[in-house]
């Protein structure tokens, strides 16, 4: 059972801005940080956003992410047809002693 | 090629044992936390266990914790996951991944190996 809540999906049309929730605890996002990761179906997740808002290496600038007590946001400006995929947050639970991800957010290009 | 290759997955009856095995190549393995995440079919992410550095301190999600048994051999550049007690729930795509900032993310993952807990 997933600590951290997404919306189920969210949608737009090429060249939108669409914005993904993560909703947590003290014991997850309000005391550590928050990471992103996106996942094409059929494929291995990919490394998408570290420490709250930072971008790895290869990650457009059209993906940022913020993060504010215990609730986080993904943002994905300029969609594209290739943005279609899972989004998952995570982060690491002091309560749990373990990782814990969201329930994932399907984006639908429209 | 920085990669993980994830080996061992297979069909196996409940209440069954499996050793998954990952190869780790292209980086300096015993420089970081290794863990598994599995997937089940349809379904989100979900952390399994990880290991430090020199495999003295390991985490384990509740539901394996007392089944599921995580090592590593730094000689060889592997990482394993040992499933004894499996049950249907088990059944998962497990990935292999690398540690980034300690335990508290990841940054590489493998292709996964799919296990398959059923009679």
């Known amino acids: 059972q997933s600590v951290l809540t997404q919306p189920p999906s969210a949608s737009g049309t090429p060249g939108q801005t669409v914005t993904i929730s993560c909703s947590g605890s003290?014991?997850?996002?309000?005391?550590?940080?928050i990471y992103w990761y996106q996942q094409i179906p059929g494929t291995a997740p990919k490394f998408l956003i570290y420490?709250?808002?930072q971008r790895p290496l290869g990650v457009p600038d059209r993906f940022s992410a913020s993060k504010s007590g215990t609730s986080a946001s993904l943002a994905i400006s300029g969609l594209r047809s290739e943005d279609e995929a899972d989004y998952y947050c995570a982060a690491w639970d002091d309560s749990l002693s373990g990782y814990v991800f969201g329930t994932g957010t399907r984006v639908i290009v429209l | 090629e920085v990669q993980l290759a994830e080996s061992g997955g297979g069909l196996v009856q409940p209440g069954g044992s499996l050793r998954l095995s990952c190869a780790a190549s292209?980086?300096?393995?015993?420089?970081?936390?290794m863990s598994w995440v599995r997937q089940a079919p349809g379904q989100g992410l979900e952390w399994v266990a990880n290991?430090?550095?020199?495999?003295?301190?390991?985490y384990y999600v509740d539901s394996v914790r007392g089944r599921f048994t995580i090592s590593r051999d730094n000689a060889k550049n592997a990482l394993y996951l040992q499933m004894n007690s499996l049950r249907a729930e088990d059944t998962a795509v497990f990935y292999c991944?690398?540690?980034?900032?300690?335990?508290?993310?990841?940054?590489?993952w493998g292709q996964g190996t799919m296990v398959t807990v059923s009679s």
């Open positions: 003290s014991s997850n996002i309000g005391s550590n940080y």
């Open positions: 420490r709250n808002n």
């Open positions: 292209g980086f300096t393995f015993t420089t970081y936390w």
């Open positions: 290991v430090n550095e020199d495999g003295g301190e390991r």
């Open positions: 991944v690398r540690g980034f900032d300690g335990k508290y993310a990841f940054d590489l």
